[in-house]
DNA sequence: CACGGCGATGTAAACGGTTTCATAAAATTG
DNA sequence: CAATTTTATGAAACCGTTTACATCGCCGTG
């Protein structure tokens, strides 16, 4: 395939007058210019990326570090990345399903040289030694940090309180047996979530020692198994709060199976508010959280470290959880109601 | 940073007996070797992938170009291609939301010389020429073309027959009112799916013409919308089937919302079986095709392409799209299990 | 008219690796 | 022990760009 020099030759200049035309037309005469974009054309001539980075190490990439790519929830921010990514003229260099620390750093070393900057998502991966030895080389954005790295910006959802008014609001109904279906261990996601559950259970005077959590994955089939240990439970909790929609889901499922009705026997609140959540049988209440938007920031984080003034700061976001009230919580009580005339419809 | 020639330096050696270690770490001297790995650790040399691929016109990375990213099919999608890529060692450049042609053929040489090859699906986009044009210089490998293209790859879900399936499923259950929520006019998906919808009417003796399609775009506000469209028809069609799960939620979101019952008032099918379709109330009958393993193979594919005998013939693969059966159609219809006593449970 | 400045272009040196070829030392062979 | 092969390494070319610097007319100015 054609070179910059098959160009040249074709047009009868310089290689450099070539390269001056792609990318300072204004330095090139235009009578040479015109010659020269139509000898590209004949030739056919793209040129090639990977000299170019070479040259002048800049490759107009970001890299993506995701844990996995389940779920609407990861779709959703690689869209958001990809999109203002590309606004801007940039691509995506992807890679998922990082476990261990020696993983996201191979990861990273494939990249470098290929990519301007590494905005990385690694809820349970990645330890904070390993995210600094990343960023001595590379600008480094951390989508949903569990931790804080030095001189890396960050982008995090507000998992705490979005937890706690999902919880509250189920308080607030009058619920006292809220149990919970928990996302895994040492996913910082689900930790927040599962401490400001615990906040809210604290704040209404329960003991969140005593609280009933399940555990799960995030995904739709350990909400179901979760959920039919709950639902079994005697005396079955009133309401669950599922740490994602997804298990949320497979809550609603298991509840159909056994014929306990939501919101009637149980109000079930989920988190995420994805797409479908607003379909539901019943509609779900849930905490939305604009994934979209948190890749979006990412890459505009990013942006600002790689473009602009080099002693940019390390940027630390929050994206506001807020509650989205549907009709899998019902109404209140009859105790609440009882006890809070406020809340009588 | 660190090049091969820090390295180099500081073991007292050539920058050649430095790459050799990191490639052919058999041509050096076990000594050697491990001095030049002591270097390199101390130097905390990390290789520069752009210069990498510049000498070696490899760059273990694979280009996917898709039209966008929404919803769960496209995200299993790359799920597929990721994990099947990493196995055996390739990155992923990812670059969505390509409209025309113009816009897949900048996409593509964006990435020249970064990647080894292309996947990409386009189902409303790029022409076949397009598609040539850029197969003049990376092996292609496309996902559900509306075309064939000369040397390429190709892996396709077999839409007609999976809505073919579908739609005889619910003849089968008695219905002759059978709507459609269609996909995006132009989608090759979309298109094959409607197709199928048609001959499996046509083949039931019902005129396809008559048939009742209601525009979509596989999102569920649009299939909310022509749900309520649907429902509020007289007569209402006693079956629709919705040319993506998505819309087939949204409709049954619309049903909800109008007091329509399904199955008893009207019978659903959708199509993808994405994750939650089961735990849907009620539970989703649908056409299961493997989004992942169409990444997968499609990687599979371009694998063969890049590392196997050159002359590799550009493979064309038909994944099955298979009918589950689960609850929202129901029973068969009285009409019918008079018609056929087949039919009577 | 000599000269400084400017506009247009070419020359050549990077960028950071891999790889061919040459070479020297060591090992093998008859 | 000489001849030959093998092993280990280095020198240098090359991949396809960008860009600093040099060159060369040409124009306007004093």
Redo the contacts between chains.
């Keep these: ?1 054609a070179t910059i020099r098959d160009v040249a030759r074709a047009a009868g200049v310089s290689i450099a007058t070539v390269s001056r035309v792609f990318n300072n037309q204004d330095l090139v005469n235009d009578e040479t210019a015109l010659r020269v974009m139509q000898a590209a054309v004949a030739c ?1 001539y ?9 040259t002048t190490s800049h ?3 970001f890299g993506v570090l995701l844990p ?5 929830f ?3 921010i ?2 958001g990345i ?2 203002r990514a ?1 606004q801007s003229g940039y ?7 990082h476990a261990s620390n020696e993983d996201v750093l191979n990861a990273a ?6 990519v301007d900057g590494l905005m990385m998502m690694t809820p349970d991966g990645a330890s904070v030694e390993t995210v600094e030895r990343i960023r ?2 590379l600008p480094v954005v951390l989508l949903n940090p569990g931790f804080l790295a030095a001189d890396c910006g960050a982008v995090s959802v507000d998992n705490f309180a979005g937890a706690k008014a999902a919880t509250e609001h189920l308080l607030g109904l009058g619920h006292r047996e809220i149990a919970m279906i928990a996302g895994p261990a040492g996913n910082s996601d689900a930790d927040g979530r599962r401490r400001g559950y615990q906040a809210a259970l604290a704040g209404f005077g329960l003991d969140p020692a005593r609280a009933v959590i399940e555990p799960g994955d995030f ?2 089939t350990a909400g ?1 198994a979760a959920g039919l240990q709950l639902l079994g439970r005697t005396p079955r909790p009133t309401a669950v709060f599922a740490a994602n929609d ?1 298990m949320a ?2 809550l ?2 298991a509840a ?1 199976e056994c014929g306990v009705r939501v919101p009637e026997d149980v109000a079930v609140v989920g988190f995420d508010d994805l ?2 959540a ?6 779900l209440t849930t905490v939305t959280i604009d994934a979209y938007g948190l890749g979006r920031r990412a890459v505009a984080l990013m942006l600002a470290a790689v473009e602009g003034d080099a002693g940019s700061p390390a940027v630390r976001e929050t994206l506001p959880a807020v509650l989205t009230v549907r009709e899998s919580c019902g109404t209140p009580r009859r105790a609440a109601v009882a006890q809070s005339p406020l809340l009588r419809r």
Excluded at 68 to 72: K, P, R, S, V, Y
Excluded at 91 to 97: D, E, P, R
Excluded at 109 to 114: D, K, N, T
Aim: proline share 5%; net charge positive; no cysteine.
């Design positions: 395939m056919d793209w040129p090639n990326e990977a000299a170019k980075s070479l490759s107009n990439a996995d790519l389940f779920g609407e990861y779709s959703e690689i869209r990809d999109h590309r691509q995506i260099l992807l890679s998922s399903s070393r494939a990249m470098l040289g290929r001595k080389r995904r739709e179901h997804s889901i497979g609603l499922g159909r797409t479908i607003r379909y539901l049988n019943p509609p």
